[in-house]
């Protein structure tokens, strides 16, 4: 896959919240997750539903990877690991640094962020914005680092990317100071129904009807949802938020986008997805559709 960088914006979903993000020739990985999103002791209940499209090593190694919070399925200790070793520049929000120290990267290697903060890579903007959620890996750190979101503006396109969040007015703030964006990648739970639903908003998520309001108030042209699919970490089907989330989007008339797990698209050109999770021959050929080619 992308053995050569991209002038234009080219996304590609690893699955859940993991992306890999060129632009203006710069390789951003967001949140990279490629095998557990729990503690090694419960592993086994939080494996992947599909598998990585590409393994760490087949990845172009990124010029900078960045994590929107301490959480495991966010941020993952093997993979922090394995990027230790090269001269990948990690942005971080305020106090995850030292949890990757720790893992061996280096500190001169690691940019810690408090909301509004910005830097500059090559021609792109980085900037960490707020998010409403929280933060640990464990009893007792609880809410001891930061967590943020994240917004990249480039010459060649301009993205935000919420982590995990529940809906508040920082998205309208967001969309004020930093937008507008060419897309948005959103976090995405099922929505009550009946009067049923997932205590989604108490764990500092969204349901869908939350999700397109955020990407109304950031001001994106195109919504692409994450933190789906491939994990089971609520009580809902797994392709039901985004089901819930295609009726939102007709609502709206909004522009959705929703490519296979390590299908690549490049917004230079007129994207076009499909709900693959519909059409069952296409589920079947799933593993062989999905393949991100090294």
Do not use: C
Not at 14 to 42: C, K, M, Q, W
Not at 210 to 227: G, I, S
Request: hydrophobic share 40%; proline share 5%.
């Amino acid at each position: 896959m992308l053995a050569k960088s991209s002038q234009s914006l080219r996304v590609t979903w690893l699955g859940h919240s993991s992306l890999f993000v060129e632009v203006d020739n710069t390789r951003l990985l967001i949140d990279p997750v490629f095998e557990y999103a729990a503690p090694s002791f419960f592993a086994r209940w939080f494996e992947r539903n599909v598998d990585a499209p590409v393994s760490r090593e087949d990845l172009p190694i990124p010029d900078v990877i960045l994590i929107s919070h301490d959480h495991y399925d966010h941020l993952e200790e093997n993979t922090a690991r394995y990027y230790a070793n090269t001269d990948v520049q990690f942005f971080v929000p305020l106090g995850v640094g030292r949890h990757l120290e720790k893992w061996g990267v280096k500190a001169a290697n690691i940019q810690e962020f408090d909301w509004w903060e910005s830097q500059q890579f090559n021609s792109v903007t980085i900037t960490s914005a707020p998010a409403n959620h929280n933060s640990g890996r464990g009893l007792f750190d609880s809410n001891k680092t930061l967590w943020s979101s994240w917004a990249i503006q480039a010459n060649a396109g301009s993205v935000f990317y919420s982590g995990d969040s529940a809906y508040g007015e920082h998205f309208k703030e967001i969309g004020e100071r930093l937008g507008p964006f060419d897309l948005s990648f959103i976090e995405v739970a099922a929505n009550v129904k009946n009067g049923k639903g997932y205590p989604v908003e108490g764990w500092g998520h969204m349901q869908a009807a939350h999700t397109m309001q955020a990407h109304l108030d950031v001001r994106a042209e195109k919504l692409f949802p994450v933190h789906w699919s491939t994990y089971e970490l609520f009580l809902h089907r797994w392709d039901e938020p985004v089901n819930d989330l295609i009726a939102e989007a007709e609502t709206h008339n909004a522009d959705l986008v929703t490519p296979l797990v390590g299908e690549s698209l490049d917004f230079s050109q007129p994207v076009r997805t499909t709900y693959w999770w519909q059409d069952r021959l296409q589920w079947l050929d799933y593993s062989q559709l999905a393949q991100v080619q090294p």
